[in-house]
T-cell receptor, first 111, second 114 residues
Framework: GQQLNQSPQSMFIQEGEDVSMNCTSSSIFNTWLWYKQDPGEGPVLLIALYKAGELTSNGRLTAQFGITRKDSFLNISASIPSDVGIYFCAVITSGTYKYIFGTGTRLKVLA | SAVISQKPSRDICQRGTSLTIQCQVDSQVTMMFWYRQQPGQSLTLIATANQGSEATYESGFVIDKFPISRPNLTFSTLTVSNMSPEDSSIYLC???????????FGSGTRLTVV
């Protein structure tokens, strides 16, 4: 079936560093989303992207919808300890409200 | 956005038994979904809970194993039947409102089958 591959799978970074992660697909999708999951919680929507090439920010987070509509990246600037968690990309399958989630990037921030 | 209350938050169950998970939303929502997140894995859609009719299951999930109810626009239940250790996962309820793309998720039910 369709799959979204995220990289890196996990990363340790120092507090204050910038972080970059990406998400790729073999298929074209028209809506890309980024979620964060804290331990013991459900995922929370961070950013939604609706247009190829779109660059959207939410505080220290910036995400871009790839021009080919097969990828997206998420950047976090000046990371802080509460950025720890798992970041998932997701796409919406055409004609439905069903999501496909990426494999996840586990982020750990060292104070 | 909608606020979801999911119960129980966690449970440890004996194999062969069943557990029913409840999802209550504070407002009427268009669509409700149930996801499974196996340990260290991503989220996989189990089914779409349809109000007043049978749920729509994804490939690999069947009604006998995961019966779902949705009696109204704010409430749904998922039952994990005849459990085995392989059913140990986090089960998440999610909803979306009309015209919106962003899902809201419940905090999940962490199930351990022993």
């Amino acid at each position: 079936g369709q799959q979204l591959n995220q990289s890196p799978q996990s990363m340790f970074i120092q507090e204050g560093e910038d972080v970059s992660m990406n998400c790729t697909s073999s298929s074209i999708f028209n809506t890309w989303l980024w979620y964060k999951q804290d331990p013991g919680e459900g995922p929370v929507l961070l950013i939604a992207l609706y247009k190829a090439g779109e660059l959207t920010s939410n505080g220290r987070l910036t995400a871009q919808f790839g021009i080919t509509r097969k990828d997206s990246f998420l950047n976090i600037s000046a990371s802080i300890p509460s950025d720890v968690g798992i970041y998932f990309c997701a796409v919406i399958t055409s004609g439905t409200y069903k999501y496909i989630f990426g494999t996840g990037t586990r982020l750990k921030v060292l104070a | 956005s909608a606020v979801i209350s999911q119960k129980p938050s966690r449970d440890i169950c004996q194999r062969g038994t069943s557990l029913t998970i409840q999802c209550q939303v504070d407002s009427q929502v268009t669509m409700m979904f149930w996801y499974r997140q196996q340990p260290g894995q991503s989220l996989t859609l189990i089914a779409t809970a349809n109000q007043g009719s049978e749920a729509t299951y994804e490939s690999g999930f069947v009604i006998d194993k995961f019966p779902i109810s949705r009696p109204n626009l704010t409430f749904s239940t998922l039952t994990v039947s005849n459990m085995s250790p392989e059913d140990s996962s986090i089960y998440l309820c999610s909803v979306t409102v009309s015209g919106g793309y962003g899902y809201t998720f419940g905090s999940g039910t962490r199930l351990t089958v022993v």
